[in-house]
């Protein structure tokens, strides 16, 4: 893991999502808990368990994407799970420690990643070798028993028939010379070639398991080889069939139980879950389905953020140091009507404050992959250069700040449907358009949306 400081972390967090600085201040903290912790001697490491966070704060204001930038910068399993998909135990739905399983697939996945990448120079050279045999094949000796009751009758007496043998081997050596240099020096990239594959479309069917929740069940993985791999054909260029070739023998290479050992302790050391629309599953609300069922999902969560033992298909997880995010609006529901065990169990909680018109307008402008700058590279593969003025910048940001205090808020989001409106007719002329420079100032943007907001005194929405 990366040793970053708790301000490192914020600044990072900074690049991506504008303000919430309580709640990236607590998620930094956890994390550079976790690296505290990591040196501690095993005696005492066991003890010290991850203090859980609860993000409460309307929806669009950056809850999902700093659990998710924080996971990316650690290259931490992470998992993003709605609380409004699982079901208490004897209904129909999902099972809660589903989230489990999905944190222990994408932690073999990444694993898996990076043991392939580290094998990649070794299969790149198996790869070529397979190339070069596709370009100039050995000729192969024939069987000269016709069928199996041939060998008894004809004996050892006679010779192979051979492919090619008018070839002596100082011809083959040389024509296989002259190959590899073509090769090497890229002059048979275009050559067409036919190899085989793996057809990896799995072979699956639907069981009903625990908890009525349908799986796929991989009956490759179910019978263990007994039923021979697929294979199929295609014709490809030299340069195709080196790259396939390549993922192919580095897949090959890796060894799937070290993945498996290793993202196991990856998910209990490292794993993050995001619980999102954690208040839809509080008693609380008006909403229609029974009572219990909600309760009942709050019950079954419980014990696996306390710390559980859950059965997945690679083994035993052990969910003592997984790091628990759960995130709501609680518009409706408080905090409070979760029940008291739950509670307990989520000690730091941040809130997450709305959106500012000063706040959009960073949105739209400071962070890496800023709103606007997404606009300007989709449009320069049109060859048009667009710009914004500051006026427009600031129109586009009150228009987005107004349209979330008439009708719902929606934070952040607001800021897509306000530019996709605006860029609208540019996006669809661009490939017409004989202008290949666009300057968006504020009358334009008054012009494009003006429907988009009612009329409005601006002292009533801007201090």
Request: no cysteine; hydrophobic share 35%.
């Amino acid at each position: 893991m990366k040793e970053f400081t708790p301000r490192q972390i914020v600044e990072e967090l900074d690049r991506y999502i504008i303000g919430q600085q309580e709640a990236k201040k607590a998620v930094a903290i956890a994390l550079r808990n976790r690296i505290r912790r990591s040196k501690i001697s095993s005696e005492f490491k066991e003890e010290i368990k991850p203090k859980n966070i609860i993000m409460i704060g309307p929806t669009g204001v950056g809850k999902t994407e700093i659990a998710r930038r924080l996971a990316k910068l650690i290259d931490a399993p992470f998992v993003k799970v709605e609380a409004t998909k699982f079901t208490e135990v004897g209904y129909v739905g999902r099972d809660v420690e589903s989230m489990i399983r999905d944190l222990v697939e994408t932690s073999i996945r990444i694993i898996k990643n990076k043991h392939v990448k580290k094998n990649y120079e070794k299969a790149k050279d198996i790869a070529n070798n397979r190339v070069l045999e596709l370009l100039n094949p050995r000729p192969k000796k024939e069987n000269k028993y016709k069928s199996p009751f041939d060998m008894f009758f004809k004996g050892d007496s006679e010779i192979d028939i051979v492919e090619g043998h008018e070839e002596n081997e100082s011809d083959i050596q040389l024509k296989e010379q002259q190959i590899k240099k073509q090769f090497k020096e890229g002059l048979l990239e275009n050559e067409i070639v036919e190899i085989q594959v793996e057809d990896r479309r799995p072979n699956t069917f639907e069981v009903f398991g625990a908890g009525n929740e349908e799986m796929n069940i991989n009956l490759q993985d179910m019978l263990g080889g007994i039923i021979p791999q697929k294979m199929k054909k295609r014709k490809v260029t030299v340069a195709e069939a080196r790259k396939i070739l390549t993922d192919e023998e580095a897949q090959k290479l890796v060894d799937m139980e070290e993945v498996i050992s290793i993202a196991i302790n990856n998910a209990e050391e490292q794993g993050i879950i995001f619980i999102d629309e954690i208040d839809k599953i509080t008693g609380g609300q008006g909403s229609s389905g029974p009572d219990i069922s909600r309760e009942g999902v709050q019950r079954d969560i419980l014990p696996i953020i306390e710390g559980s033992t859950v059965m997945t298909k690679y083994g035993p997880i052990n969910t003592d140091h997984i790091l628990f995010i759960a995130a709501g609006a609680f518009h409706i529901a408080k905090v409070s009507d979760l029940i008291p065990e739950l509670q307990g169990r989520f000690p730091i909680r941040v809130n997450l404050s709305n959106l500012t018109v000063e706040d959009f307008k960073k949105i739209l402008t400071q962070p890496q992959n800023a709103l606007l700058t997404q606009y300007k590279l989709l449009l320069e593969t049109e060859g048009i250069e667009i710009n914004f003025l500051e006026e427009a910048i600031d129109e586009i940001a009150k228009i987005s700040y107004i349209s979330n205090e008439q009708g719902d808020n929606i934070g952040a989001r607001r800021l897509h449907t306000i530019t996709e409106k605006l860029l609208e007719d540019i996006s669809f002329e661009a490939p017409e358009l004989v202008n290949k420079t666009i300057t968006i100032d504020k009358a334009y943007v008054n012009k494009k949306l003006k429907n988009t907001v009612k009329a409005f005194r601006e002292d009533r929405y801007i201090i």
